[in-house]
């Protein structure tokens, strides 16, 4: 080997060993990351399941700059539902919906967007197309009806809703809040503690102790 042929391969084997040396980095790097939307998407779902939904959103926001996560984006609009951005939570369910069209979760927070923006019958569209025999999509129904001050209707599908599912947290929150608008807080709390009794959601209970404190005493 001349002197010419061994500086080439001595050049190509630094040039291998430093490949090889930015491809580890690079490996670890995106393990990192990977670890860290992990981690953080942790953090989010214990805030999304305290219902402490601004910083749940926050969170999912942070993970979503760094690395699309479907999982983030569908709580991160349930999350701006919650927080009543109504116009947040519609642009990520329009995301989702374009990712899988077919997912009635994903239609479900669209449609309940849409009735928070007042979009009534776009909203009902969404819904004609979903199976009645899933309660939230009766809930989604029963949320049309009562924005548009349609009681009747917003009962009867609120109590089909919870015929189906007894224990659907969604379903007998939807209920009681029915009889909240009517001030029927009798028939609130009693709705709370049959789902209570079902779930032992802590959910259910604290709307339970709210009634209790907030309209018994009025």
Do not use: C
Not at 2 to 18: G, P
Not at 95 to 103: A, H, M, Q, T
């Amino acid at each position: 080997m001349n002197k010419i042929t061994k500086v080439l391969v001595s050049s190509l084997s630094v040039v291998a060993l430093v490949l090889g040396v930015y491809n580890l980095a690079n490996s670890v790097k995106k393990s990192n990351m990977y670890a860290k939307v992990e981690m953080d998407l942790e953090v989010g779902d214990i805030y999304f399941e305290s219902n402490n939904f601004l910083k749940a959103a926050q969170v999912y926001e942070d993970i979503l700059e760094h690395k699309f996560e479907v999982e983030a984006l569908s709580k991160l609009a349930t999350s701006y539902y919650n927080l009543d951005d109504f116009d947040a939570s519609l642009e990520s369910a329009i995301k989702l919906v374009d990712l899988v069209e077919d997912n009635p979760e994903y239609l479900i927070i669209k449609a309940q967007s849409l009735t928070g923006l007042g979009r009534y019958a776009e909203s009902i569209a969404i819904l004609d197309g979903l199976s009645k025999s899933e309660p939230d999509v009766l809930v989604a129904y029963a949320k049309n009806d009562l924005a548009q001050g349609q009681i009747d209707l917003a009962l009867e599908n609120a109590f089909k809703a919870v015929d189906l599912n007894p224990s659907s947290e969604n379903a007998v929150v939807m209920l009681s809040d029915i009889y909240v608008y009517e001030k029927n807080y009798t028939a609130a709390s009693r709705v709370l503690n049959n789902g209570y009794e079902l779930t032992k959601s802590e959910a259910l209970l604290e709307r339970i102790e709210h009634i209790a404190l907030t309209f018994n005493n009025n």
